[in-house]
């Protein structure tokens, strides 16, 4: 099996090389890209010397960094600029989120080669469902997320996991965004800022309504209070 050294080695050449020609700029370990209004990125990580995982994630240029933990404009803090997207997920290996090491330099080189390709591919497959905000704000309305409220009520009550699965599927923003699995309150902040941005403010107080104190974290109450502050 290969080192962490030899992986770092090969990381930088096949992955680098390879989204380069897609557009993304690397900065260590992360490998950025601008498309239009779109900043999306890359990231890899490693995991007790034998193990790595890739991240992608998307956010708008426009819209405050998405790190619950600070204030909506406050500066960027010093971490992985994927930490602070709207979207998030990982790269999975057949449902698992790590994929290990492989055991020669050729096999990671075609490994490596392979996932950063599939990354940039559900990246450009999201993007398309995004668009440049615009057409998230027409698919997913307050009462499409007010609809998903209520079947997401339902599915933590399910007592099995194939219920919870098929009410999971069955909701409207995870049926737009496959694989994403977007939850409630994120969502609505999401789209109380696109509504903001495009000068829907009358939109605002409608989807706030739709995050519920009970589901609201600490870390996501600035962003509520934010948006309440546009609306005035």
Same mark, same amino acid.
């Given at each position: 099996?290969?080192?962490?050294?030899?992986? %770092?080695? @090969?990381?930088?050449? @096949?992955?680098?090389?390879?989204?380069?020609?897609? &557009?993304?700029?690397? *900065?260590?370990?992360?490998?950025?890209?601008?498309?239009?209004?779109?900043?999306?990125? =890359?990231?890899?990580?490693?995991?007790? /010397?034998?193990?790595?995982?890739?991240? !992608?994630?998307?956010?708008?240029?426009?819209?405050?960094?998405?790190?619950?933990?600070?204030?909506?404009?406050?500066?960027?803090?010093?971490?992985?600029?994927?930490?602070?997207? +709207?979207?998030?997920?990982?790269?999975?290996?057949?449902?698992?989120?790590?994929?290990?090491?492989?055991?020669?330099?050729?096999? %990671?080189?075609?490994? *490596?080669?392979? =996932?950063?390709?599939?990354?940039?591919?559900?990246?450009?497959? =999201?993007? +398309?469902?995004?668009?440049? /905000?615009?057409? *998230?704000?027409? *698919? !997913?309305?307050?009462?499409? $997320?007010?609809?998903?409220? %209520?079947?997401?009520?339902?599915?933590?009550?399910?007592?099995?996991?194939?219920?919870?699965?098929? $009410?999971?599927?069955?909701?409207?923003?995870?049926?737009?965004?496959?694989?994403?699995?977007?939850? !409630?309150?994120?969502?609505?902040? $999401?789209? &109380?800022?696109? %509504?903001?941005?495009? &000068?829907?403010? #009358?939109?605002?107080?409608?989807?706030?309504? =739709?995050?519920?104190?009970?589901? !609201?974290?600490?870390?996501?109450?600035?962003?509520?209070? #934010?948006?309440? &502050?546009?609306?005035?």
């Amino acid at each position: 099996m290969i080192n962490t050294t030899q992986f %770092a080695r @090969i990381r930088r050449r @096949i992955v680098g090389s390879c989204l380069s020609k897609l &557009g993304y700029a690397a *900065l260590g370990k992360e490998y950025s890209a601008k498309f239009g209004p779109q900043l999306r990125y =890359v990231t890899f990580s490693t995991a007790f /010397g034998k193990w790595f995982e890739v991240s !992608i994630a998307l956010h708008f240029e426009f819209l405050p960094p998405f790190d619950f933990a600070v204030w909506p404009g406050a500066r960027v803090p010093s971490k992985m600029c994927s930490e602070l997207c +709207a979207f998030q997920r990982h790269v999975r290996n057949d449902g698992k989120q790590y994929y290990h090491f492989p055991e020669t330099e050729i096999a %990671a080189a075609d490994l *490596l080669k392979d =996932v950063a390709i599939q990354a940039a591919m559900k990246l450009d497959e =999201v993007g +398309a469902t995004c668009g440049d /905000g615009q057409r *998230l704000l027409e *698919l !997913i309305s307050p009462q499409v $997320l007010a609809t998903d409220l %209520a079947v997401f009520r339902q599915l933590r009550k399910a007592q099995t996991i194939e219920e919870q699965r098929r $009410l999971s599927d069955s909701m409207r923003i995870r049926q737009l965004l496959p694989e994403w699995c977007p939850h !409630i309150v994120p969502t609505a902040i $999401l789209m &109380g800022y696109l %509504a903001s941005h495009f &000068g829907h403010t #009358d939109l605002i107080p409608a989807y706030i309504s =739709v995050a519920p104190n009970d589901l !609201i974290e600490p870390k996501q109450a600035p962003y509520l209070e #934010d948006l309440r &502050g546009r609306v005035n």
